[in-house]
């Protein structure tokens, strides 16, 4: 979402309320954020591969050290991904894929790391420690400590690492400059992962634990605090979405309590509404004149809400429609032309609604493969595409009915959610980075 460095208030139109969105080519060509040029896993242009395995239209595989589960963002012919590279040896950590309480509290320090790649070889352009030090407390086996996704303008690039400050650097990774946050105490210590967005020349930054929450909006090009606001949220994971609504510029925010959405320029806010569920951790998606949020913990909720609204929205008419059944608990939905698709809970199943009126098109339908899906779906080419943590990714037409295309497997697994470029999708596992194309 970058051009010279301005984000752009473009993109798809619905009553004078659109998604903070980039537009023309440099929507076509960058993957700015963890959910794309108009943050809602789309790529209009993107006409990646049906078919791929570990010896099919594998263009390059390269290893990352350390751990991540951070989507990797893009800009031009270079790819940014975010990890944390033990130094010392730990315990074995339980396995990764199974339920469990939290790790222990690591006994080493770690190094923070933004990589830059090039996005034509998978080789290195740059490396820099962010930060370097011992954590204070560990995160659900399932997950990490560099679960926050980059966001890039095409100048600079801004990352999180939470309780490791808010860093900016330029394209060459020459450092730009560094504030501090507060340091998170997460539910169960289950760890962090609410990555920062980009709202015109501001970077919005939500920290709701189990302490005093709070969201915070930083000057983008000199980190300069603009304003923070006190949140009454324990702990959430969902990336905050700026939305343009009529001539004001809005950030949403999901949480347990409320959903919330905030003035951008002040911080104020314009409007709330309850419905979600506990462990709020899908990110919104905006369209049609409604933002669409949606959790699956404990509890199943999809709820459509009119933009345009103040006050307290929560049982009103401002909620256009509403599911309570077959929500995701950590996958985001994909808004793709008038359907949203969502899966259920952390199993593989998915369905998918008429996103104007919320007709059910298909429901629980069976991923045949996936046992488990933590990334997020995004949309190409026509085409549907959900990674599962196992290695195995299906493709689905994009259509009122239920059809796979495809089913594709590789020897990782992945949490991190897939990114189109073109006619190239990027998969990042727990290990291995892959760029699949056909050869």
Request: proline content about 5%.
């Amino acid at each position: 979402m970058r051009t010279s460095g301005v984000i752009v208030i473009l993109g798809l139109v619905f009553m004078g309320m659109t998604s903070s969105s980039v537009h023309g080519d440099v929507a076509d060509s960058h993957w700015p954020t963890w959910r794309g040029p108009n943050s809602d896993g789309v790529a209009v242009q993107g006409n990646p591969p049906v078919t791929w395995s570990e010896t099919e239209n594998v263009k390059w595989k390269v290893a990352l050290a350390g751990s991540g589960d951070s989507t990797p963002v893009i800009w031009g012919d270079r790819i940014f991904v975010t990890t944390a590279v033990a130094l010392g040896d730990e315990p074995p950590p339980p396995e990764r894929r199974t339920r469990g309480h939290a790790t222990p509290k690591p006994a080493v320090p770690y190094k923070f790391n933004l990589i830059c790649l090039n996005r034509l070889t998978g080789e290195v352009i740059w490396e820099r420690t962010v930060r370097e030090e011992v954590p204070h407390e560990g995160h659900h086996p399932s997950s990490s400590l560099a679960s926050y996704s980059a966001i890039t303008d095409g100048e600079h690039v801004w990352v999180s690492f939470g309780s490791r400050g808010l860093h900016c650097y330029d394209l060459d990774g020459n450092h730009v400059w560094s504030t501090d946050l507060i340091v998170l105490r997460t539910r169960n210590s289950f760890g962090e992962g609410s990555s920062p967005a980009l709202a015109g020349d501001a970077i919005v930054v939500v920290a709701d634990h189990e302490g005093d929450s709070k969201i915070f909006a930083f000057n983008k090009n000199t980190g300069k605090l603009l304003w923070e606001t006190d949140r009454d949220e324990h702990t959430s994971w969902a990336t905050p979405l700026p939305v343009q609504v009529g001539d004001t510029l809005q950030v949403i925010t999901s949480a347990t309590s409320l959903i919330r959405s905030y003035d951008v320029k002040t911080g104020e806010l314009i409007w709330q509404c309850s419905g979600q569920t506990l462990n709020a951790i899908p990110s919104p998606v905006v369209g049609f004149g409604n933002v669409y949020c949606t959790s699956g913990y404990r509890g199943a909720a999809l709820q459509a809400i009119k933009l345009g609204r103040t006050g307290d929205l929560s049982g009103s008419d401002a909620i256009a429609w509403e599911v309570n059944k077959d929500t995701p608990y950590v996958s985001s939905p994909l808004l793709y032309d008038d359907r949203i698709y969502v899966t259920r809970g952390l199993g593989g199943d998915i369905s998918c609604y008429q996103a104007s009126t919320g007709k059910p098109l298909f429901e629980r339908q069976k991923l045949e493969g996936i046992r488990q899906i933590y990334s997020s779906p995004v949309g190409a080419g026509g085409r549907v595409y959900i990674a599962g943590r196992h290695g195995t990714t299906k493709v689905i037409e994009h259509a009122d009915s239920f059809n796979i295309l495809a089913t594709n497997v590789l020897d990782d697994g992945f949490d991190a959610s897939p990114v189109v470029i073109g006619d190239e999708i990027y998969l990042k596992g727990e290990t291995h980075l892959y760029c699949i194309s056909e050869q």
